[in-house]
């Protein structure tokens, strides 16, 4: 992913306790939704921070795999930051022909793709807020239910170390260990 394939891009700061940044992405401040009305393209809506477990495995096995860093494929994966009601989100966008590969990507790493997009209940007045990115071909990513994160919080800590660890392999290079340690986390055993 390179900063020519991001659109509406400001520079993205976040850094995690350590000092070091947490995504090398950049944000929009403002949603172009007819961009993301083109039905050639799917949209798939991630929460960074606070962290789903998962997530961050899921975009890179997705672009790592399929749209190969410093190729022509990566061209058509578009990923997007998105700060709303004080939550950071990624926005994925694929070739809507392609969705098969976020589909056996997501199952692989223990994702499910939610129909719809993030809402807020509870705010002022009652009515519910909407992700500024609603259109039908956008979806959520979210942990599949029974997923080992919610057996208890030291085993979802654990899961986000060993899937930094994992998607630090991927970017190196990966291959034989990151597919045994995906088995591992697949039976909840990481």
């Known amino acids: 992913m390179t900063k020519d394939n991001i659109r509406d891009h ?76 004080e939550l950071t989100y990624s926005i994925i966008s694929i070739p809507m022909k392609e969705k098969a590969y976020a589909e056996a990507v997501a199952k692989t790493v223990g994702m499910r793709i939610a129909n719809g997009v993030p809402t807020m209940f509870g705010g002022p007045g009652g009515e519910p807020k909407f992700f500024p990115v ?3 071909h956008a979806f959520t990513i979210e942990n599949e239910p029974g997923h080992p994160i919610y057996s208890s919080q030291a085993h979802a800590h654990r899961f986000l170390e060993v899937e930094r660890a994992l998607c630090d392999m991927i970017y190196a290079g990966g291959g034989q260990e990151v597919e045994q340690t995906l088995e591992r986390i697949k039976t909840g055993k990481f």
């Open 10 to 85: 400001a520079d993205f700061t976040a850094k995690d306790k350590d000092g070091r940044p947490l995504y090398g992405f950049d944000e929009i401040k403002e949603v172009n939704i007819e961009w993301f009305k083109d039905e050639s393209r799917i949209h798939y809506i991630c929460m960074l921070i606070p962290p789903r477990a998962g997530v961050n495995l899921f975009a890179s096995i997705l672009e790592y795999k399929f749209y190969p860093p410093n190729t022509p494929k990566n061209e058509e994966f578009i990923m997007q930051i998105l700060r709303w009601e």
């Open 134 to 136: 609603r259109v039908d």
